[in-house]
Nanobody
Framework: QVQLVESGGGLVQAGGSLRLSCAVS????????MAWFRQVPGMEREFVAG???????YYADSVKGRFTISKDNDKNTLYLQMNSLKPEDTAIYYC?????????????????WGQGTQVTVSS
């Protein structure tokens, strides 16, 4: 069993920055892929960024160049640095992990999820 706990969300003005953290514990493997997703009420959860076992990163077109995903293996923590935030980035952000090493953009491919952290960007 893997536990994921997100933190770092909050209210920020457009153009500002936030860094989300996802603490990983339990039966973890360094050889798995992790990702960030986000969801607006009434909408489907969407892929934001992913980090493969190889270290290769993947981003949604809407955040490319503004968000950076990274992982500190010593701290067993996944991060999402979000810069140049826009009101349309407002959502609940979720951390996810899967057993396999490659990044998938479909929510169904991830076995473990955090509880989410709210990010609100004001205009």
């Amino acid at each position: 069993q893997v536990q994921l706990v997100e933190s770092g969300g909050g209210l920020v003005q457009a153009g500002g920055s936030l860094r989300l953290s996802c603490a990983v514990s339990g039966r973890t493997s360094s050889n798995s892929a992790m990702a960030w997703f986000r969801q607006v009420p009434g909408m489907e959860r969407e892929f934001v960024a992913g980090l493969a076992w190889t270290g290769i990163t993947y981003y949604a077109d809407s955040v490319k160049g503004r968000f950076t995903i990274s992982k500190d293996n010593d701290k067993n923590t996944l991060y999402l640095q979000m810069n140049s935030l826009k009101p349309e980035d407002t959502a609940i952000y979720y951390c996810a992990a899967r057993k396999l090493r490659v990044v998938e953009r479909r929510t169904s491919q991830y076995e473990n999820w955090g509880q989410g952290t709210q990010v609100t960007v004001s205009s």
